[in-house]
Structures are given as C-alpha cells and as structure tokens.
C-alpha cells in the first residue's frame, strides 16, 4: 500500500530535505523514525528538496508498505515523537499504488517573509531588511515572472536538473500581519515546478529593485541573458517557506493562516 505522509519542519536543524552523507536531514529523519516503527528500511520521496535551513509549512511526501497500518492517529502520535520537535507530522493518507508525492504536484507554493524593524521572535523565521524598499517597484517586476517560462538566470549553477522551464502562475508582494506590530511585506511565488536555489535569487533580485539598485527593464534584461551571474544574490533560507503543494486528487485543506 502506498501513503502520503503531510507534514511540517523547521528547516534551521537541518541540511535540508534530501538525505546526505554526514548531515542531518528531513528526509533521514523520517526513514529512521519508519524505519523504528516498521522494523526495517522505509524509503520516502518527498514533494521536492528544500535546502539547508529551509523551512516546510506543508510538505508531501510517500512511502510503501505491505500491510494496513492500522490506527492513523496512533501512527501518526508516534512518528512525531520519533522525529522531534523540528518536525510535525499532520496527516497520513492512503493514495493510489501510482500515486507520486513529487511527480504528481501541480503546485507549489513558497513565501518568502521580510521585516521592516527588529524582533527576537521573527528572527528565526524572517528577513530584516537593513532599509526601506521601494515594495510597488518590486510588485511591478514580479508581474514579469508571470510572462516568463526559461529560469535559467535564477537556477543554481552545475545543477542537474535537465530544464529550466518553470510555469508561475502567481507572483506578488503583499502586506504581513505579523501579530507583533512589526511593518512587513511577504513574497509569494506559486509555479508547477521550481528550480534549485531558484525562489531565493528570485528574491534577492526583486529586492535590488526595492532598493533602486537596477531598475524594472534591468530585472527583465536580467532573465533575458539567462545567466546566473546576472542576477542578485540568494536570500538567506530562514525565511523562505514551501507554503502549499496541491495534487489533483487531494482535497485542499490548508489556508493562509492570516498571514498572506
């Protein structure tokens, strides 16, 4: 029997999703904790890969067995004291034999939350920004993200990936209610599919925008080249979130939570 496992995780204890030689990750995590409850290997293929530090608001992943797992709730009240406080598992769901965390998503969702003044409590979860942006001119040059299908000029170099087209289908910067009276904004990129390290540089090349480093028609010219050296810096991860990841045969349960 196949399961979807949808889950959570701070990304800050972590070398991101995929299992590594000599680092902890989100996806070892869960085959050890399988692996304990099951007596034996349980792989487990996830939505995607986020990187090291990352964090996960809503993450799929599956993984087989040969036999019912009985009590869910039970099973799930277990996994979760095995993996930690870093990881929250909220549901496991029965799929089709075929059914495939990554390669049956549709979309993906990430956020990417930045402050306007200092907080010790959004620290880990969010960027400060050292000065004012200039948010209009950044929401006018995501507007080009929508028209555009070759990333190559945001995807991570000597990456194996075999295509650098991406499908977005919604790019914008919006005001964020944080709860702690703080001014901020949140960025939100939704595509079928996202290159490595792609969002990140995406961010960080809108945020020389805010800043009047280039202008609108340099962020366009910037995609035009294709080239990775063109573009702004990655942003650090802790404040970038997989968001949401939908599948045509899942109902969609998750919300914005206030803070889109």
């Known amino acids: 029997m196949r399961w979807f496992l949808k889950l959570s995780y701070d990304g800050a204890p972590f070398h991101g999703w995929q299992s590594q030689p000599n680092a902890v990750s989100v996806q070892q995590t869960?085959?050890?904790a399988l692996a304990t409850v099951f007596r034996r290997p349980v792989p487990v293929t996830g939505a995607g890969r986020t990187?090291?530090?990352?964090?996960?608001r809503v993450m799929y992943a599956h993984f087989d067995t040969t036999e019912d797992i009985g009590d869910r709730r039970r099973m799930i009240i277990s996994l979760n004291r095995l993996c930690?406080?870093?990881i929250s598992i909220a549901d496991i769901?029965?799929?089709?034999?075929?059914?495939h965390a990554r390669f049956d998503a549709t979309k993906r969702t990430y956020k990417y939350f930045v402050t306007f003044g200092k907080s010790p409590f959004l620290a880990s979860m969010s960027w400060l920004s050292?000065?004012?942006?200039?948010?209009a001119a950044m929401n006018e040059a995501a507007k080009v993200l929508i028209d555009t299908d070759d990333f190559t000029s945001f995807a991570k170099?000597?990456?194996d990936t075999r295509t650098n087209i991406c499908r977005v289908d919604r790019s914008e910067w919006s005001e964020w209610h944080n709860?702690?009276?703080?001014?901020?904004?949140?960025?939100?990129?939704?595509?079928?599919r996202f290159l490595r390290n792609m969002v990140r540089a995406v961010t960080g090349t809108l945020v020389d925008v805010g800043r009047g480093k280039i202008s609108q028609e340099d962020f366009r010219r910037?995609?035009?080249?294709?080239?990775?050296?063109?573009?702004?810096?990655?942003?650090?991860?802790?404040?970038?979130?997989?968001w949401d990841v939908e599948y045509p045969y899942l109902n969609r349960q998750t919300s914005d939570d206030g803070r889109n």
Request: hydrophobic share 40%; with cysteine; net charge negative.
């Open 30 to 32: 869960l085959e050890d």
């Open 51 to 56: 990187d090291t530090g990352v964090n996960a």
């Open 84 to 86: 930690g406080p870093a």
């Open 93 to 99: 769901i029965p799929v089709a034999e075929d059914a």
């Open 130 to 135: 050292p000065s004012g942006l200039d948010v």
């Open 157 to 159: 170099l000597h990456s």
């Open 179 to 192: 709860g702690f009276g703080i001014r901020g904004t949140v960025f939100t990129i939704s595509a079928d």
């Open 222 to 242: 910037i995609i035009e080249r294709k080239d990775r050296c063109a573009a702004g810096t990655s942003m650090p991860p802790q404040a970038l979130f997989l």
